[in-house]
Nanobody
Framework: QVQLAESGGGLVQPGDSLRLSCARS????????MGWFRQAPGKEREFVAA???????VYADSVKGRFAISRDYNKNTMSLQMNSLKPEDTAVYYC?????????????????WGQGTQVTVSS
């Protein structure tokens, strides 16, 4: 069983940066694809970014150029660097992992989920 734990959320002002981390419990180095999703109040959960087992990335149009996803294979962690944050980025951010090394953008393609971390962008 894979467990995921997000950290790094918080309250920031518009234009600020924040870095989220996701720790993946595993006894061996994983090359599974991983991703970030978010859910704003009253809205459905949406795709943010994903990274393949080989390091290829894909982003939602709304965050392209502002967010950067990365991973550390040795530490079994994934990060999301969020720059130029906007109020509309406010949401609970979820880390996800799937039993495949290719990226995916649909929630249904992911097998494991973290509990989420709150990001609030407000002045």
């Amino acid at each position: 069983q894979v467990q995921l734990a997000e950290s790094g959320g918080g309250l920031v002002q518009p234009g600020d940066s924040l870095r989220l981390s996701c720790a993946r419990s595993a006894r061996t180095v994983s090359v599974d694809a991983m991703g970030w999703f978010r859910q704003a109040p009253g809205k459905e959960r949406e795709f943010v970014a994903a990274i393949s087992g080989s390091g290829g990335t894909v982003y939602a149009d709304s965050v392209k150029g502002r967010f950067a996803i990365s991973r550390d294979y040795n530490k079994n962690t994934m990060s999301l660097q969020m720059n130029s944050l906007k109020p509309e980025d406010t949401a609970v951010y979820y880390c996800a992992s799937r039993r495949s090394n290719s990226v995916a953008m649909r929630q249904m393609d992911y097998d494991y989920w973290g509990q989420g971390t709150q990001v609030t962008v407000s002045s």
